[in-house]
Nanobody, 124 residues
Framework: VQLQASGGGLVQTGGSLRLSCAAS????????MGWFRQSPGKERKFVAA????????LYTDSVKGRATISRDNAKNTVYLQMNSLKPEDTDVYYC??????????????????WGQGTLVTVSS
């Protein structure tokens, strides 16, 4: 699976962005999908994940109530809608695919596939 993330950009505090991650390959629907973030020199951190069929989601506490992860298996795409953005949300965001569950995707090493990052910058 190859993943292509997009949708990052510069936004003011309180604004919104929708990140997209398009996957190649016909097996997209078998994978749990997730979003992570990373600052230079720091560990990649979990943001959100969604099961292969979209029936369950998981979020890190800092984005609960402000972010929504969704997927469209017909389009091989996963989305991360982020609202009420804050300067501390600034980071490079990466999408990920894994054939384990969303808990393992969020908390265990060994993610199967990573996309390239997309930069989100929130100005104060």
């Amino acid at each position: 699976v190859q993943l292509q993330a997009s949708g990052g950009g510069l936004v003011q505090t309180g604004g919104s962005l929708r990140l997209s991650c398009a996957a190649s390959g016909r097996t997209f629907s078998r994978y749990a999908m997730g979003w992570f973030r990373q600052s230079p020199g720091k560990e990649r951190k979990f943001v959100a994940a969604i099961t292969w069929n979209g029936d369950s989601t998981l979020y890190t506490d800092s984005v609960k109530g402000r972010a929504t992860i969704s997927r469209d298996n017909a389009k091989n795409t996963v989305y991360l809608q982020m609202n009420s953005l804050k300067p501390e949300d600034t980071d490079v965001y990466y999408c990920a695919a894994d054939d384990r569950g969303i808990w393992e995707l969020a908390h265990s090493p060994g993610v199967d596939y990573w996309g390239q990052g997309t930069l989100v910058t929130v100005s104060s």
